[in-house]
Every structure is written in C-alpha cells, then in structure tokens.
C-alpha cells in the first residue's frame, strides 16, 4: 500500500499541472503621435483549462472626410490549458484583405498564411500580445501573415504605467522582430501599454481603467 502511495504521489510531482488563463477585458485606446487613432480589444474568457480569445483592432487616419488609412484585424484563439488550439484572423488594410489560419494537430500547429503555409512548433504563441509567455519566446506567429516571425525580448526593469487615473507597476519588455514594440504587463502578467514607431509614426496604447 505504502508503494503505491508513493507512485500516485510521483506521478502527480512529475504530471505537469493544467491551468486556464485569467480572465481579461481589456480595452486599449490608440494615439498616433499623440492624435487619437482607434481601439484595440482583447477579451480573454476562461472556464476550466479551456480559454476562448477574441482580439478586435480598428483604426483610422483622417484629414477632414478623407480617410488616408484604416486597419481593421480581428482574431479568436482556442486554447486547452497553456497551448494553442486554433485560431482565426483576418486583417483589412486599405482595400487589401489577408487571413490567417491556425489548427493545433498531432505534429504541431497547422498555419495557413499569405507568408507562410506550413507546421508550426507546438509552443509557439501567436502575436497578439495579451499573452506574457511571449516575453519568453524566440519565435512567435505573426496573425497578420502566418509568419513564423524570430523575436529577441529585452526586459528593461519595472516601471509605473498609468491605467486610467492609478498608477501600477509593470515591467517593460522590450520585443524586436518586424518591428520593435515596447510592452508592459503587471505583476498578474496583464497586458497594460504597448508603444512603437512605424514609417516615423509614434503608436502607442493605453489601457482604459
């Protein structure tokens, strides 16, 4: 008896332990060079070691009724646990509408992509940013393309980041892949800013309180 007690409890020390995501409603308003510029949502929705994410981005860039750009991307992500499922984005830049597709199997993850068709590394996380394993990853895939993008992540130390009117401490990561992006989460791994420059434009996100 005392044997097998004891193989039950090795058993359970050695089985990694499942656990679901937090669950996130996060809404980020977007300034470019400090002019507003869009919305940008992430709701995380967890019920046992299933998560369910729906990521929906709008901007636009106008000067007087003319509309000189717009970008809308939406994506859901299937999650069992800490691995990636599924998931499904499309993104409308202009008149141009790409999609990206992904689909968890036994030798890793389908992606079906304008820049990539192909499988994917089983661990590898998607580039919707709410997730903070990516500050620990080398590789990411980019939801816009299907790339299987290389990143190098820096953390440059905590820092106070306003949220509404209170302050929090997060930590800064820093994340260079196609572009260099600047994120911060929290002690809870809550996405709470991102911050980048593109074509010489200052992008950046602040979380509603």
Do not use: K
């Amino acid at each position: 008896m005392f044997r097998t007690l004891l193989l039950v409890l090795l058993l359970m020390v050695a089985a990694p332990q499942a656990r679901a995501f937090q669950a996130q409603n996060l809404v980020f308003d977007v300034t470019q060079n400090g002019s507003p510029f869009g919305t940008h949502r992430i709701t995380v929705r967890p019920s046992g070691d299933t998560t369910s994410v729906s990521v929906a981005i709008s901007l636009r860039a106008t000067a007087g009724p003319i509309t000189l750009f717009s970008y809308n991307h939406t994506c859901t992500e299937a999650w069992q646990a800490e691995a990636l499922q599924s998931l499904d984005c499309t993104t409308r830049r202009g008149g141009r509408t790409t999609r990206v597709t992904a689909q968890a199997g036994a030798d890793g993850i389908r992606v079906t992509g304008p820049r990539f068709t192909g499988v994917a590394p089983a661990n590898l996380l998607p580039s919707s940013w709410w997730n903070v394993g990516l500050t620990s990853a080398t590789r990411m895939i980019n939801t816009e393309n299907g790339r299987l993008e290389p990143i190098r992540v820096r953390n440059m130390g905590s820092q106070a980041v306003t949220v509404g009117a209170r302050s929090v401490q997060a930590t800064h990561f820093q994340i260079a892949g196609s572009i260099v992006l600047d994120a911060w989460y929290d002690a809870s791994g809550r996405l709470v800013r991102m911050a980048f420059t593109a074509q010489g434009r200052r992008i950046e996100y602040r979380l509603r309180g």
